[in-house]
């Protein structure tokens, strides 16, 4: 399984960007697909995901503002960021789940994800 993020770059706030994650290597699908980040010093943050059922979850820091999507082969899933603020600043992840969920999984537990790419950078200038 092979994920390759492209789209980061460096941003004024109150700026937008939108990151690009192909995903290959699943001829299935994924049953999931995610965006994290890590800021120097700090956790892994949960950014988005999206089931193959189409449902979509938010950390708390971006609701409102970040939208996951993926086009229609999902091959390719997208983070519009919107509103970016400098504690925004990270590197971001693609993430994909390509087991089958158990009963109470969650698209915002990292462990749940078992391919990851190998980041993007954003930097949002204040």
């Known amino acids: 399984v092979q994920l390759v993020e492209s789209g980061g770059g460096l941003v004024q706030a109150g700026g937008s960007l939108r990151l690009s994650c192909v995903v290959s290597g699943l001829p299935a699908g994924a049953y999931a697909k995610g965006w994290f980040r890590q800021a120097p010093g700090k956790e892994r943050e949960f950014v988005g995901g999206?089931?193959?059922?189409?449902?979509?979850a938010y950390g708390d820091a971006v609701k409102g503002r970040f939208a996951i999507s993926e086009d229609n082969t999902k091959n390719r899933v997208y983070l519009q960021m919107d509103s970016l603020k400098p504690e925004d600043t990270a590197l971001y992840y693609c993430?994909?789940?390509?087991?089958?969920?158990?009963?109470?999984?969650?698209?915002?537990?990292?462990?749940?994800?078992?391919?990851w790419g190998q980041g993007t950078q954003v930097t949002v200038s204040s």
């Open positions: 993430t994909a789940k390509s087991t089958r969920p158990h009963s109470s999984w969650s698209l915002r537990d990292p462990a749940e994800y078992d391919s």
């Open positions: 999206i089931s193959w059922a189409g449902g979509r």
